[in-house]
């Protein structure tokens, strides 16, 4: 707490000191809450894991442009959740169809993309997956979903985008994520760098996802 001199220059200077706010000055910005939206698999593919471009068994790999995401899973301080944490993430392939019963034209999707992948955060409470680049589909800009809960059942589920994407400010749910504020702005939308020495043609980006602060409530 600020004493009350500081406080009085504060106040002098057309500042408000809110008394207990000084506990989360260091706080994070924590990633914005968005829907789950119409196409979580209904069923969770034999091969869940997660490298989404190539299919347990099969020779073929995803059309599309790899890309490399990975990051960690933080607490509104910073600091790394333990290990555990179960990250998904869903999305459509190259053409922009998802592999659920509610997509039209099913049938004519990639079926070397394995569309979802989950992995459990290791002790640092980083996580990595090899997906696509996501792609537009009509109404929607690019995206991929996401589904989080920690080992003591903190949940979060979100989207993420293409950062610079001209579509971005036309869509309703990134609108409605980011709300004007640079801040949750960036804390959705993928720097996308070349993958160099990782991947030839692939992009490689970093997203920590800082998660909510208690569990939800019973
Ligand atoms: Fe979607």
């Known amino acids: 707490m600020p004493t009350v001199s500081r406080r009085l220059l504060l106040a002098a200077a057309g500042i408000t000191v809110v008394p207990g706010r000084q506990a989360f000055a260091s706080e994070l910005t924590m990633t914005p809450e968005q829907t789950e939206g ?13 490298d989404l ?12 442009t790899v890309l490399h995401l990975q ?34 034209r099913r ?17 640092d409470g980083r996580y990595t997956f090899r997906t696509l680049k ?9 995206h991929i979903h996401l589904k989080l809960e920690t080992p003591e059942t903190r949940r979060l589920t979100t989207q993420f985008y293409l950062a610079g994407d001209p579509r971005n400010e036309g869509d309703f749910v990134w609108r409605q994520a980011v709300r004007g504020n640079p801040r949750d ?5 993928m720097r996308l760098e070349p993958a160099n020495g990782l991947e030839s043609g692939a992009y490689t980006t970093w997203m920590d996802i800082v998660m909510p602060s208690s569990p939800p409530r019973a």
């Open 71 to 104: 990051g960690r899973v933080l607490n509104g301080s910073g600091v790394p959740v333990p290990g555990g944490t179960m990250v998904e993430i869903w999305q459509c392939d190259s053409q922009g169809l998802y592999d659920h019963p509610r997509q039209p």
């Open 185 to 189: 702005q960036a804390m959705i939308e």
């Open 53 to 64: 471009v190539q299919v347990r068994g099969s020779p073929a790999r995803a059309m599309g």
């Open 38 to 50: 119409p196409f979580y698999p209904r069923t969770l593919p034999v091969d869940s894991d997660n």
């Open 134 to 142: 996501p792609v537009a589909y009509p109404g929607r800009t690019p």
């Open 107 to 123: 049938e004519q999707r990639d079926a070397a993309f394995q569309g979802y992948g989950s992995v459990l955060t290791d002790a």
